[in-house]
């Protein structure tokens, strides 16, 4: 196994040899799940072009749908299980639930061909979901045009549940679900996300049509490729031994290659520009080459070398891939070059193409879902979207169910409403089981026998209606304590059966009885709040009273952090509209969605409007609104407040109208050319945000995606940190790091972080010596181009450049030599000991004030006469300061 890093997309080569045992069990079917759509329950067959063992889907899934059949013109040379389909015209979400061996990696392919089923000659358009994330559209071409979406997933749970999405423009079908296990050391990306089938190619085949099991023991379908108007082709009858991709042996035994030894080329062109591709080249030489020959070459992506001097090895497979994604562009060539000490042109023999896609939202916790199963199944439960995950996406979420979900955790259920449902018999035990419910309405429903003592241990409730049903017996006496001291809320007015204690009083009065102590204890939690609603306040004036002379600098320059301070609340979606004039004007575009220009009570702000289309939007948009409503510091973004109403969901901040540090340090000459103690503030700001986030906050706060393009600057080029979205918690109690999946941006990502899933502290340190490395040569993260000379991260190019002990010539020419040397050497060492993780935030901060330091002491030397400009009020007592002794500020803790 051999790693070689040419750019930021490094390239791993196997030389991998398997044994005979692997390839003796090639027609094994273990583990493959096949599914027939529409097929009734007790269908099974072989497919008699691949002998694939095939069996109804009904089984799997919650609503029935409608068996199909397409229409006999469409159905020549079609295998047996492309014939049926089952759609769904009712319902939104209609999902199968498919059981599978957990953490095992699984090709998963879903098959659509209209085929005119329902005679109406209109192909649909809808969403498939894979659990509780979006997978992909299926907009389905033609009538009889077949449509594939295959993903490579590795599922979480001992279930896959694969859901098809009515968007209003045609009703969702499907022909065949087909699941296949992977070798678990193949494919490998991080969990959480997936890959996507791009395009699968036999190159140089010899025939037309597409190749799959027996050939292929995990069921690939390869289809052929070549240009026969600049390739030829290179064949053996020989058996080609495979690595641990087992590609057959029937692929790999043609091979494409150039005519005149031009380089081979091939093209991939992406929808939009944030797509994320990995690459599989298949290698094997065909030919027994004579003594005086060889074959090796290069392989580049748009000219960039991915990997040097490549030879292949005779009759047995080599697979060539990055294990990182390539993105950024639309258009992309992969190039394979003679190599200058080749006397034959290059090969090809097959190539796999994946996109990247992301699921990340966590399904449902396993224990809700199980409990709600068992629910809806002893109830019959009838509600028109009780299928799928009950709680996510939340657009779809179940009608009746309220969940907590803090981005991270699986969702948990906390209410459950089941009030007029029709619900007869005993209160079923699998509600005990939804062990975060904190309100459960059962009301106006036929149940009968008593209040069973499991509701009892269901610790977090605060609500209970039981009201008009038929149950009888006494109230457990737990609950009826509870209800007593307040700290639940219990109706079972309508029960006249049903009774407090003994003797029962079959009377009005008594029927009422707990929910008049149930007033009661409302009355008093109501009077604990109003008093500790009025203690927070006093405590609050008290430590702001107390902490003026601590940090008074920390709004006395920001009129907005004035006026939003204690204005953090929850706005309407109509009031978001008004806010932003209709959504008039446009301040950016990201991942989240589009922020928009606002103003309130003249006020200027920026409105964050989450799009729809955003995988990661919802739990980002909660994580971030609980960490800034309680964390305050004059360089971290103030949250005025947020909308969350329906689908549409706002984050309003304060406006920071010099945009981005990203933006400055372009090559767009519409910007300001920050001076390099301009720079230098901005980066002691940045840096003093992120010491309060691992310093000043208890638990510490990890940011995970510090950036230029995080960091915003405020009139006065005052900088901010922003986006936190990412953003982690610290473990309190003594741990070292906290073990999460890799988030963050390519190129300001810790390599330490993204290989090991362990997040410490200095992983933040990590982005923002990038960051600083930026500042100083205007340089971006990751070299778009690059020469040979050149390195694609900016660490590279730094260290290479400084090899012959010259700083000036990784300096922003911009600068135009306006800097003291001493503080630019300084500035660098910072970043690069950031990079190399030798020091946290607090230590940052104080190395670069002493850079900063240095700057202002040129000044004041060389520039007594002129006045100094300082966006941050730096007075002459700081320019007077001794470099030896250095000011740090005292942060409050997290509020």
């Known amino acids: 196994m051999k790693i070689e890093h040419f750019h930021s997309y490094t390239i791993l080569v196997i030389y991998y040899f398997l044994s005979f045992f692997v390839v003796a069990h090639a027609q094994d079917q273990s583990g493959f799940i096949s599914l027939d759509?529409?097929?009734?329950?007790?269908?099974?067959?072989?497919?008699?072009?691949?002998?694939?063992?095939?069996?109804?889907?009904?089984p799997f899934i919650n609503s029935s749908g409608v068996s199909n059949s397409i229409l006999p013109l469409y159905r020549l040379n079609l295998q047996q299980h492309a014939i049926k389909l089952r759609s769904f015209p009712d319902g939104i979400r209609n999902c199968y639930t498919i059981n599978i061996k957990k953490g095992t990696k699984y090709l998963i392919r879903l098959s659509f061909l209209y085929g005119n089923y329902d005679a109406k000659n209109n192909t649909p358009k809808f969403d498939i979901h894979l659990g509780a994330n979006f997978w992909d559209t299926v907009k389905v071409e033609g009538i009889s045009t077949p449509s594939i979406r295959e993903?490579?997933?590795?599922?979480?749970?001992?279930?896959?549940?694969?859901?098809?999405?009515?968007?209003g423009?045609?009703?969702?079908?499907?022909?065949?679900?087909?699941?296949?296990?992977?070798?678990?050391?193949?494919?490998?990306?991080?969990?959480?996300?997936?890959?996507?089938?791009?395009?699968?190619?036999?190159?140089?085949?010899?025939?037309?049509?597409?190749q799959r099991f027996p050939e292929d023991v995990f069921d690939r379908k390869w289809g052929s490729f070549q240009d026969e108007s600049v390739w030829t082709t290179i064949t053996t009858s020989l058996?080609?031994?495979?690595?641990?991709?087992?590609?057959?042996?029937?692929?790999?035994?043609?091979?494409?290659?150039?005519?005149?030894?031009?380089?081979?080329?091939?093209?991939?062109?992406?929808?939009?520009?944030?797509?994320?591709?990995?690459?599989?080249?298949?290698?094997?030489?065909?030919?027994?080459?004579?003594?005086?020959?060889?074959?090796?070459?290069?392989?580049?992506?748009?000219?960039?070398?991915?990997?040097?001097?490549?030879?292949?090895?005779?009759?047995?497979?080599?697979?060539?891939?990055?294990?990182?994604?390539?993105?950024?562009?639309?258009?992309?060539?992969?190039?394979?070059?003679?190599?200058?000490?080749?006397?034959?042109?290059?090969?090809?023999?097959?190539?796999e193409l994946y996109s990247l896609i992301d699921l990340s939202l966590p399904e449902t916790a396993q224990a809700d879902v199980d409990a709600l199963t068992n629910v809806k199944s002893a109830y019959g439960v009838n509600k028109r979207n009780w299928d799928g995950d009950p709680c996510l996406p939340s657009n779809y979420s179940w009608v009746g169910l309220n969940c907590n979900f803090d981005g991270s955790d699986p969702p948990r259920v906390t209410s459950l409403n089941l009030s007029s449902s029709g619900l007869t018999g005993e209160i079923s035990t699998h509600i005990s089981e939804l062990t975060e419910l904190e309100s459960l309405d059962l009301s106006n429903n036929n149940l009968t026998g008593s209040v069973p003592d499991f509701l009892s241990q269901l610790s977090k409730l605060k609500v209970l209606n039981l009201g008009r049903n038929k149950l009888t017996g006494l109230v457990p006496a737990v609950l009826v304590e509870r209800s007593k001291d307040g700290s639940l809320s219990i109706s079972i007015e309508g029960n006249p059966d049903l009774c407090e204690s003994f003797p029962c009083k079959k009377n009005k009065k008594s029927s009422k009885v707990i929910p008049i102590v149930a007033s009661a204890g409302g009355f008093v939690i109501l009077s604990i709040v109003v008093v500790a609603i009025i203690l927070i306040i006093l405590?609050?004036?008290?430590?702001?009273?107390?902490?003026?002379?601590?940090?008074?600098?920390?709004?006395?320059?920001?009129?907005?952090?004035?006026?939003?301070?204690?204005?953090?609340?929850?706005?309407?979606?109509?009031?978001?509209?008004?806010?932003?004039?209709?959504?008039?004007?446009?301040?950016?575009?990201?991942?989240?969605?589009?922020?928009?220009?606002g103003l309130i009570d003249n006020v200027q702000v920026a409105v964050k409007m989450l799009s729809a289309s955003s995988v990661q939007g919802f739990q980002q948009f909660q994580a971030e609104?609980?960490?800034?409503?309680?964390?305050?510091?004059?360089?971290?973004?103030?949250?005025?407040?947020?909308?969350?109403?329906?689908?549409?969901?706002?984050?309003?901040y304060e406006y920071m109208p010099n945009g981005s540090l990203d933006t400055h340090l372009s090559d767009d000459s519409r910007t300001k050319v920050l001076s390099w103690e301009e720079r230098l503030h901005i980066a002691l700001d940045a840096a003093q945000g992120l010491e309060y986030l691992?310093?000043?906050?208890?638990?510490?706060?990890?940011?995970?995606?510090?950036?230029?393009?995080?960091?915003?600057?405020?009139?006065?080029?005052?900088?901010?940190?922003?986006?936190?979205?990412?953003s982690k918690f610290f473990p309190t109690d003594g741990g070292t790091h906290v073990s999460t999946i890799p988030a963050g941006t390519p190129g300001y990502l810790d390599p330490e972080y993204y290989m090991t899933h362990r997040l410490v502290e200095k992983s933040d340190v990590y982005s923002f010596g990038v960051v600083l490395l930026e500042i100083i040569t205007n340089r971006p993260a990751i070299s778009r181009v690059i020469h040979e000379r050149d390195r694609g991260h900016i660490t590279q190019w730094v260290s290479f450049m400084l090899a012959n002990g010259d700083v000036k010539s990784i300096v922003d020419p911009k600068l135009e030599g306006n800097f003291e040397i001493n503080s630019i050497w300084k500035a660098v060492e910072v970043g690069m000991a950031c990079v190399s993780k030798k020091l946290n935030m607090s230590q940052v901060v104080i190395e670069l004030k002493e850079c900063l330091a240095l700057e202002l002491a040129q000044r004041h030397d060389y520039n007594s006469s002129r006045s100094v400009t300082d966006h941050h009020s730096v007075n002459d007592e700081m320019l007077s300061l001794d470099l030896d002794v250095m000011i740090t500020e005292s942060h409050p803790l997290a509020r």
């Open 694 to 726: 691992h310093s000043g906050c208890k638990p510490a706060i990890v940011h995970r995606d510090v950036k230029a393009a995080n960091i915003l600057l405020n009139e006065n080029f005052q900088a901010k940190i922003a986006d936190f979205g990412l």
């Open 239 to 351: 058996s080609v031994e495979s690595n641990e991709f087992l590609v057959p042996s029937q692929i790999m035994r043609t091979a494409a290659t150039t005519i005149n030894s031009a380089p081979l080329e091939l093209f991939v062109t992406a929808s939009d520009e944030s797509n994320r591709f990995y690459v599989y080249l298949h290698f094997a030489e065909l030919e027994k080459l004579k003594p005086n020959d060889s074959r090796a070459f290069d392989i580049k992506l748009n000219s960039v070398n991915l990997y040097k001097n490549c030879v292949p090895n005779y009759l047995s497979t080599n697979t060539i891939y990055s294990i990182s994604p390539f993105t950024g562009r639309l258009n992309y060539t992969i190039s394979i070059n003679k190599a200058w000490n080749s006397t034959l042109p290059p090969i090809l023999n097959a190539i």
């Open 625 to 652: 609104v609980k960490l800034l409503m309680r964390v305050h510091h004059r360089n971290l973004t103030t949250l005025v407040g947020y909308c969350n109403e329906g689908t549409n969901l706002a984050l309003i």
């Open 539 to 597: 405590l609050n004036k008290k430590k702001r009273a107390a902490g003026v002379n601590d940090d008074k600098s920390a709004y006395s320059n920001n009129f907005q952090n004035d006026s939003f301070e204690f204005k953090q609340r929850q706005f309407t979606y109509s009031e978001i509209v008004k806010i932003t004039n209709n959504f008039e004007r446009i301040l950016g575009k990201g991942g989240f969605g589009t922020v928009y220009h």
């Open 169 to 210: 423009t045609g009703t969702p079908f499907v022909n065949a679900i087909e699941l296949r296990p992977l070798k678990n050391n193949t494919y490998e990306v991080d969990q959480y996300v997936s890959l996507a089938m791009v395009d699968r190619l036999d190159i140089g085949s010899t025939t037309n049509g597409a």
């Open 151 to 167: 993903i490579i997933h590795v599922p979480l749970q001992n279930y896959v549940r694969v859901c098809l999405v009515n968007t």
């Open 37 to 58: 759509c529409g097929s009734p329950k007790n269908t099974s067959f072989a497919e008699p072009t691949t002998g694939i063992n095939y069996i109804s889907d009904e």
